[in-house]
Every structure is written in C-alpha cells, then in structure tokens.
C-alpha cells in the first residue's frame, strides 16, 4: 500500500490542505509564507503585471487528493447508518472535511491510503487525484470540472465495513476560481469564462485555462492540485496575480 503526502501543504476547501494526514506547524506554515514573500520581493515578481490593473490578489487553496460521495456509498463503505463526521470546516460556507476517509485501489492492484472525504454529501462518487497520483496507481483519469464524470477513471473505494468498484469516478479536477457574483463583475468574467494567472516566486509560473465558477456567497479562492502548486513552489495563503481572460 501506498500512503503517501503530497509535497504542497493543504489546507483548503476541495481537499486542500485539510485532506493532509500529516502535520504541519503554524510556525512553519508562516516561516515558508515570509520566505515566499521575500523571494517574490527580491525577483520583482510582486510588481503588477498588468500596469495599471489594481485587482485584488487571489487566495490560493491547494487541493490535495480527496473524494465526493453519496450517502449510499458512506454507508456501502462504513455501515448502515454512517453520517458524515466533520473533521474541520472548510474555507467555502458551509463545506467541511470529513473525519472519514477511504481507500483507493487501481486497476493495477496499486492503492493509495487515508483519502478524505469531503462534505456535505453530494449525489455523485467523485475522487479528484493529481496526475502524480494517477500515474502511482496506475490510471488514465481525464481533466474535469467536478461533477462531470462521463469517462472518469475506474477505481475501487475501499471502507472499514465494504468495497464499492465504480467503473467512472477519478478526475483530475480542472484549475477553477470561485468568485462571488459581485467579484467576478469586478474581475470583469463570467461563470464559464477561463481565465490566466500568475504566480510569481522563485519558480513563478503563468496556469492557463483556469475556469470561473460564479455563485454568491462563495469566498474568491483559487484552487489547484498539487502538482500545480507543486510545479510553482508554493503553498496555500500564496496570492495568485489574474492574468487576463483567456
Ligand atoms: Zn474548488
């Protein structure tokens, strides 16, 4: 069996950083954000972009592996009966890390341990891996927006008290923003639009095709997998530059 972390730290809404298993100290979390935030100073990185764009920085949420599932599965998978336990609210309203987590096993026989799952109970079995992870256990899932599973991966989920085999359920989810109605009128976009962005730092990079998701009430957040913040050297609480519409 495979446990394995990510090397990003994760914290967020989607899976992100809360889907850890491991831990990892406010301390550090801080120390990390000042050299960050130094280097970016130091390699100009911190200068608009866009001369003349004084649009706010976007919160970046990194999102580690982690799964979406109905309540038929929970309790398939951990009894009859089984809620949802809530492990740590998440930055979005209303969402949370769930105390349980699962097991997924590939085709291949390969498994990965200790996948959150997060709340609250949606009405589709959905697991959301980077492509490190898909390659370790060796499938081929397609980029999605959540929720699309038509074509997703194959996978086992494995649970304390039973086993579920979904033949399309593992994506790798694609890079989204969430804006409330009025931020996203003030970022000039839409639900639908894609959108750059950059992300400045020592391996400061520019992620394409990054798609608006629109619904009021959400906190402007970005979210992306972890070999995208990997790919960057950066972790949650890095500010995200908007780059233009696509
Ligand atoms: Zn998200």
Redesign the pocket.
């Known amino acids: 069996m495979v446990n394995q972390k990510g090397l990003a730290s994760y914290c967020q809404?989607?899976g992100r950083c809360v889907a850890d298993t491991g831990n990892h100290s406010s301390d550090d979390r801080l120390i990390e954000i000042i050299v960050d935030e130094v280097v970016r100073s130091l390699t100009g990185s911190s200068k608009p972009l866009q001369p003349g764009h004084d649009l706010p920085v976007i919160p970046l949420?990194v999102?580690n592996r982690h799964c979406h599932i109905t309540q038929a599965t929970l309790e398939k998978l951990f009894g009859v009966g089984t809620q949802l336990k809530k492990y740590r609210d998440l930055y979005?309203p209303g969402e949370f890390a769930a105390e349980q987590m699962v097991t997924i096993i590939g085709s291949k026989m390969r498994a990965i341990q200790n996948v959150r799952i997060l709340g609250p109970i949606r009405n589709y079995d959905q697991i959301e891996l980077s492509l490190t992870d898909a390659i370790t256990i060796g499938i081929h899932p397609p980029v999605r927006n959540?929720g699309d599973l038509k074509g997703a991966a194959p996978l086992t989920w494995v649970g304390p008290k039973g086993s579920v085999y979904f033949e399309e359920c593992a994506i790798i989810?694609n890079r989204?923003v969430?804006f409330s109605t009025e931020v996203a009128q003030q970022f000039g976009v839409e639900a639908g639009d894609f959108i750059k962005v950059r992300i400045g730092g020592i391996k400061g990079t520019v992620f394409e095709n990054v798609l608006v998701?629109v619904k009021d009430g959400w906190k402007m957040?970005i979210?992306l997998d972890t070999d995208d913040a990997n790919a960057a050297n950066v972790r949650c609480e890095t500010g995200v530059e908007f780059y233009g519409k696509m």
């Open positions: 809404d989607c949420g999102s979005q959540s989810a989204h969430h998701r957040q979210h």
